[in-house]
């Protein structure tokens, strides 16, 4: 079975800081899509990025970035300049062929709390 | 578009009451989706659906029901809730559930006493 390692439980960093993210997944699967979504305090799910088992670029949205390295199975998320808005928990998700339609099995989540 | 809606956004359950979450998106999507979430677990599929008169489970289907009568709405049913039933559930669509982006409403959360 598909399964998402996000071993970081909770991050602290000081504005202005880079943090890394890491997401780890299994997947028998040679096709499969990889996602990341925040969930700020206020709790709504906001997607951030979906990413194919294909596509191995880095991707990079202002400051944000992703880094997907099929050979280790991983799919990091990396903030540049971390500023307090950037506070919330962060879901590495994967996309799982159900019977009748794709899953999202989800990582546990990584709080990350940025201070002033 | 509303996006996807959910109601309520608290209930409060005494143990083997039954209750229905109610999920609704008007984006014609065909896949709609609903998740738990427990605090250190990340979420949880619990069934989906990809059109009406469909559905699938999930990772946690135990405890709940769901139909597919119209492509707008995806009810969730608690048929006897339980205190392990205490969670953050949301309501997800996609436009068709093979590899898209879901999109989520903005949660209910329920406490089962």
């Known amino acids: 079975a598909q399964k998402v390692t996000q071993a970081q439980t909770e991050i602290s960093v000081v504005e202005k800081e880079d943090v890394t993210l890491d997401c780890v997944y299994e997947t028998r699967d040679t096709t499969y899509y990889l996602f990341w979504y925040k969930q700020p305090p206020s709790g709504e799910l906001v997607f951030l990025i979906r990413?194919?088992?294909?596509?191995?670029q880095n991707e990079i949205s202002g400051r944000y970035s992703w880094n997907f390295q099929k050979s280790t199975s991983s799919f990091n998320f990396t903030i540049t300049a971390s500023q307090v808005v950037d506070s919330a928990v962060y879901f590495c998700?994967?996309?799982?062929?159900?019977?009748?339609?794709?899953?999202?099995?989800f990582g546990a989540g990584t709080i990350l709390r940025v201070k002033s | 578009n509303a996006g996807v809606t959910q109601t309520p956004k608290f209930q409060v359950l005494k143990t083997g009451q039954s209750m229905t979450l109610q999920c609704a998106q008007d984006?014609?999507?065909?896949?709609m989706s609903w998740y738990r979430q427990d605090p250190g677990m990340g979420l949880r599929l619990i069934h989906y659906?990809?059109?009406?008169?469909?559905?699938d489970q999930g990772e946690v289907p135990n405890g709940y029901n769901v139909s597919r009568s119209t492509t707008e709405d995806f009810p969730l049913r608690l048929l006897s809730a339980a205190p392990s039933q205490t969670s953050v559930y949301f309501c997800?669509?996609?436009?068709?559930?093979?590899?898209?982006?879901?999109?989520f409403g903005p949660g209910t959360r329920l406490l089962v006493l």
């Open positions: 990413r194919n088992s294909f596509d191995e």
């Open positions: 659906s990809v059109g009406a008169g469909i559905t």
């Open positions: 998700a994967l996309s799982e062929a159900g019977e009748y339609g794709n899953k999202l099995v």
């Open positions: 984006m014609n999507h065909e896949y």
């Open positions: 997800a669509s996609s436009h068709t559930g093979r590899w898209e982006t879901q999109y």
